[in-house]
């Protein structure tokens, strides 16, 4: 019932830029929280950043300062900016939405296929 596409991975070198994106579509009476998570090779998933509503979100320790979470609530539609990219920070990146449906009295919550992103040294 809801959909959640990202964008925006790919590779790029060490100290390099870029800016994911996640659109979600769907019979969504409302979203309460969007955000991304990563995993890497190994590796459990992990937070990467979130923003819940209008509150200030909250950043992995890793990427403060770095990477920048913004949400278009009328375009049900996720970003993240990630700057200074490490090679650390490769992995698949997915999103997550917490979101109330024209169908459900209860908030899901649903998960993208996810994008890769591929930092190199």
């Known amino acids: 019932q809801v959909k959640l596409v990202e964008s925006g991975g790919g590779l790029v070198q060490a100290g390099g830029s870029l800016r994911l994106s996640c659109a979600a579509s769907g019979s969504i009476l409302r979203i309460n929280g969007m955000g991304w998570h990563r995993q890497a090779p190994g590796k459990e998933r992990e937070l990467v950043a979130y923003i819940w509503g209008s509150s200030t979100p909250d950043y992995a320790d890793s990427v403060k300062g770095r990477f920048t979470i913004s949400r278009d609530i009328g375009e049900n539609t996720v970003y993240l900016q990630m700057d200074s990219l490490k090679p650390e920070d490769t992995g698949v990146y997915y999103c997550?939405?917490?979101?109330?449906?024209?169908?459900?009295?209860?908030?899901?919550?649903?998960w993208g296929q996810g994008t890769q992103v591929t930092v190199s040294s």
């Open positions: 997550n939405a917490d979101v109330r449906t024209y169908y459900s009295d209860f908030d899901d919550d649903s």
